[in-house]
């Protein structure tokens, strides 16, 4: 069986996880492409900001 990987303290790394070098943590998302990424987190971006558009109108509209 394969060694687990751990950090500075001994605490188990998950996939996609890694420490830098001064002692923080970083995930690495396991898409394929940048863009991809990016449209994930714009689109939900662009659903919140919508969401708050329609309430602030609905306060508005009242």
């Given at each position: 069986?394969?060694?687990?990987?751990?950090?500075?303290?001994?605490?188990?790394?998950?996939?996609?996880?890694?420490?830098?070098?001064?002692?923080?943590?970083?995930?690495?998302?396991?898409?394929s492409d940048a863009s991809i990424t990016m449209n994930?987190?714009?689109?939900?971006?662009?659903?919140?900001?919508?969401?708050?558009?329609?309430?602030?109108?609905?306060?508005?509209?009242?």
């Amino acid at each position: 069986m394969a060694e687990k990987r751990k950090d500075s303290k001994g605490r188990v790394l998950r996939k996609g996880e890694h420490e830098r070098k001064d002692g923080r943590y970083h995930y690495v998302m396991g898409h394929s492409d940048a863009s991809i990424t990016m449209n994930v987190y714009n689109h939900s971006s662009f659903e919140r900001t919508e969401k708050e558009m329609q309430r602030a109108d609905n306060i508005i509209n009242f």
